[in-house]
């Protein structure tokens, strides 16, 4: 519907596997089943409700930016990486 959904995506490595979650205000926690690295792309996928989300995105320096999509929806994403 064109509107920004601010949000964060939480990347974590544990044992030798990815995991984490994207939490917004105005959508549940969506726990994260995928991530695949390939150099400065990543692509992220997460259970959501309405079914799974992917996210794929190129980092840049600390700069994000790419696109989601579900269920043939979709929109662009931008971001920012913080530090820890």
């Known amino acids: 519907m064109g509107e920004q959904i601010p949000g964060t995506l939480n990347i974590t490595f544990r044992d030798g596997a990815y ?3 994207i939490s917004s205000s105005m959508l549940p926690d969506m ?3 995928s991530v695949t690295v ?3 792309k990543i ?3 997460a259970d959501s409700p309405n ?4 996210i ?3 980092l840049t320096g600390k700069d994000l930016a790419g696109s989601w999509s579900m269920a043939g929806d979709g929109g662009p ?3 920012r990486k913080r530090d820890g």
């Open 77 to 79: 994403v931008t971001g």
């Open 43 to 45: 692509t992220v996928a």
């Open 51 to 54: 079914g799974t989300v992917v």
């Open 31 to 33: 726990p994260i089943s």
């Open 19 to 21: 995991g984490g979650v």
């Open 38 to 40: 390939t150099g400065p």
């Open 56 to 58: 794929e995105f190129t």
